[in-house]
């Protein structure tokens, strides 16, 4: 039998350790910012995105090594976007991978220059590391997950939709972003979710695919790119309606973040619409649907077919 644990163990290891030789490059940047950049990069979060770009690369049967480069970026990107989601005008949190956030333990200018400095990093480690064409590749899939149209454009929804509660802040909103006044629906609510969450773990895979090409200048197979979109769309919702479970269900010791927010802030969310039922039926269908979109993959796709059921019951 495939085991999970100890393939998630192994790529965290390889990606930890090859984080921390990119962050010792970083000569000439000022330390209190190489600081804060470690802190939050190598703290211990879960590896998903690096373990799948590395599973995106073993279904395109290729060695998962060559995807190290881009597991980097992209848990780079990642933690970026974590930094500057629990920002005081953002989720306004103070616990993270189980530590202070970076704000908390920096302050506010240097959290968001961190956050600045590892999304420039990402790309800069992708041109480095990678021959031109799959550089560039890899560089266009990530822009699109992480951008406008992307999962930056998802927080901005996320926080539009906020409704006002007592503890919340919602109703201090700058005008252009507060879409408070319309109905929460299903299909908003799965917007959100596929922008802000999904579409980076679309990138993820492709990056994946991408690293697996090496000298060669063909792009990927388009099949290829085909299944695991769609494995990746249904993936991503799953994880953020596991994400949304967890902050109704589980403790920060499990979590490594405080939970119960999600509802005070108004935050428009699974649970908060469907009810913990409804939002576990719909993992469910969406798991289904998931694994209905590797199957045709076999082997090379095992690691992706057991995240996926870790993902249905997972407690961090
Ligand atoms: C948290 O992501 C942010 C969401 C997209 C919900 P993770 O749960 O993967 O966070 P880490 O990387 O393990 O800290
Ligand atoms: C954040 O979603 C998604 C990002 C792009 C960072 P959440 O706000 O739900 O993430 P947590 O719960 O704070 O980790
Ligand atoms: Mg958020
Ligand atoms: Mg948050
Ligand atoms: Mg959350």
Sequence with gaps: MFDLASYLRRIQSLVDAR??????????APQALVEAMRYSLLAPGKRLRPALVCMGCAAAAAPEEQALPAACAVEMIHTYSLIHDDLPAMDDDDLRRGLPTCHKKFGEA?????????????FQVLAEAYPSATAAGCSLELARGAGAAGMVGGQVEDLAWERDTDA?????REKFLLRSDQPHSAEALEQIHRMKTGALFRSCLRLGVWSAQGEREAGPEARLLDDLDAFASAFGLIFQITDDLLDVEASAEETGKRTGKDASRGKLTYPGLLGIDGSRLRARELAEQARAHIARLGDAARPLAALLEHLLTRRR
């Design 19 to 28: 984080l921390e030789q990119i962050l010792e490059r970083e000569h000439g």
């Design 168 to 172: 919340g802040r919602a109703g201090s």
């Design 110 to 122: 240097l959290a968001i220059l961190a956050g600045d400095a590892l999304l420039t990093l990402a």
